[in-house]
């Protein structure tokens, strides 16, 4: 078939979709008016085209009339595109030589209160698919060979659960975590919801099934320098810092207690301070043996520190550079909790103004009896919910997770500090779910409830040696209530992970919330516009623990589906370049969002642009920026859409 037109023999046919569209739109006279356009053979309609019997109509059509183009004017392509493509394959048209004309959505449906109107735009809808197909060409999709090697970026639990299922599927996995130990946060986890048991003991379990498998290799300190190429053949440049520990060392305690030098304590997300000198913060971490912070260490004095440890410590180790190929990268980065800026509720400007990470901390470190902050005896403490989540600009979404978490931290003080006053200032409880439960049993075990307006949150001042929170109560009609109380925890959100270098190397689509975008929420829930490119856990949005396990084996899931095939099947519709009428402007390199157009040099026409179809998405933005019109999209030619646009102007 030359693509000229001249030789195609089109058949169309137009679906009632059970009334959904016959309804509204005259599909009779669609029929009998398409049925006089240049290239049309046969032209039906039917109640449902894609019904078995609909199906066998085209397939007995294509051979009778030999018919070599086809289209179906139905429902949405999302549905049945694919159905259609199949039906015509087996009659022995590519696949590529059929178009779907959309007449429900984009017709009956938005057009209900004007059926002659509508009849006439299913008739230019069709034109259009007709005026499409003169200009087609049989099209074979692209073949990638695949790496059967997967890159992890992140070691939390989202991580360290896709890594489980790939090793088990037999794939092979990089897992990359800029942390001297792999965990994330929830490793620094108390007691968690809803088993009751310290955030630590699942990470453990995890990391103790990872090892189980030869075909894994982890990389702590390490990040992510380089990625080049696409889905199914992926360079990967990593670097790893090195950790200056090579094994355990029986003095180490010794060795801590001669650093004076002290920083900050990022695991208990500051409440305590720890030395240069890192131990594996749990039972079962991973890696076993200790790490360096070379940045505190501080100079010669953190080096007197280690002379304990001097046959476990090597100062000469360097950075190394590994290079990987791979097949698909997930990127489970996780979140940071939000930090409120100084004097947002008092954080900062008064020391018992805590986070609900930090209390979470001190929770976990704290026996029962008292609850002991900063030195002071805690009788009386108020939750303030929603901070730095569901603002009216900004972090407009709910972070999820923290309502289920401070309510069980409610319970927790309840059990082990039962003479502890609690305070919850909340705009709304989401304890969605099986949760709802613990907001029961939160409120029988004492904990008072004050709903306070959007536009009002609550005060807080400092008032004889105390804290003082004023707020007005929905639930008393709006009354101001001052509470006095020894502690105000506030409840923070999750924010995206500061990825900066990171997104500009991937560059993976963000959100309008700054974390990663997937493709569609429930369709694609775990899939980016970047082919080979996968998003899973807080890294995407806000989840809980059991959620971002889940989202770290859909991740999974889809990694293994590419790789595993060896072979991968690509679609057409990719820019091509014509070396003929290029004359290397340069601006299709510079315009393409994806790096997929280099400059090539073609035998006996010199330099000229050239697409990689594997990473070429097919966006067209090339195509609009070439002045001579040199760069094209296979399967949406310039052709095409002018005469397109030229069916659909025609009158009805």
Known sequence: MSGDGKDIRIGVYVCWCGGN???????????????????????????????????????NDIKTHNLNAVVVASCSPKLHELTFRNTVLRAGINPYMYYHANIREQVSWAHSDSK?????????????????????????????????????????????????????????VYLVEKEPFLGGHVARLGETYPSGRPGWELVSRLIDELLKHDNVAIYTKATVERVEGYIG????????????????????????????????????????????????????????????????????????????????????????????????????????????SEGEFGYKQYPYVITLPQFNSILKESGNGKLVVNGKEVKSLAFIYCVGSRQREGRTYCSRYCCNATIYAALLVAK????????????????????????????????????????????????????????????????TIDVSVDLVVLVTGMVPRNNKDLNELLKLPLGKDGFYQEVHPKLRPVETTLSGFLIAGTAQGPKDTLESLSSGSAAAAKAGGIVLKRIIELEPFRAFVDPDKCE?????????????????????????AWVNPAICKGCGACVAVCPNNAIQIKGLTNDQVVDMIKAAAREV
Request: hydrophobic share 40%; aromatic share 8%.
């Open 21 to 59: 569209i016959s309804d509204v739109v005259d599909v009779e006279k669609v029929v009998n008016v398409i049925k006089n356009e240049e290239g049309v053979i046969v032209a039906r309609h039917f109640m449902f085209m894609c019904s078995e019997a609909g199906q066998k109509m085209i397939e």
């Open 116 to 172: 002659e109107e509508a009849t006439k735009k299913a008739i230019r809808h069709i034109r259009m698919a007709i005026a499409y197909l003169r200009h087609a060409e049989p099209l074979e999709k692209i073949k990638v060979e695949a790496t059967p090697a997967v890159l992890i970026i992140g070691g939390g639990v989202t991580g360290l659960r896709a890594a489980i299922d790939l090793a088990r599927a037999g794939v092979n």
């Open 233 to 340: 053949n992926f360079d990967v440049t990593i670097k790893v810092s090195p950790r200056y520990f090579v094994k355990n060392c029986e003095r180490i305690e010794e060795a801590i207690s001669r650093c004076n030098k002290r920083v900050p304590d990022e695991w208990s997300y500051g409440v305590k301070t720890r030395t240069p000198i890192l131990l594996p913060p749990y039972p079962g971490a991973y890696p076993r043996i200790p790490a360096l912070d070379m940045k505190a260490c501080g100079g010669d004095k953190c080096m007197e520190c280690l002379e304990p440890c001097k046959d476990a410590v090597d100062l000469a180790m360097q950075e190394q550079v590994i290079k990987l190929k791979v097949g698909a990268v997930i990127t489970a980065t996780g979140f940071n909790p939000y930090e409120p």
């Open 416 to 479: 082990k500090f039962p003479g502890v006053k609690q305070y919850h200032f909340y705009r709304d409880i989401r304890t969605y779910g099986k949760n709802e439960l613990m907001y029961e049993q939160a409120s029988r075990s004492g904990a008072v409830f004050i709903k306070y307006p959007e536009e009002e949150p609550p005060k807080v001042t400092a008032e004889n040696g105390s804290l003082l929170v004023r707020s007005r109560d929905l639930l008393t009609e709006g009354l």
């Open 584 to 608: 290397l402007t340069r601006q299709c390199v510079a315009e393409c969002p994806y790096m997929a157009i280099s400059v090539k040099n073609y035998e006996g026409k010199g330099e000229k």
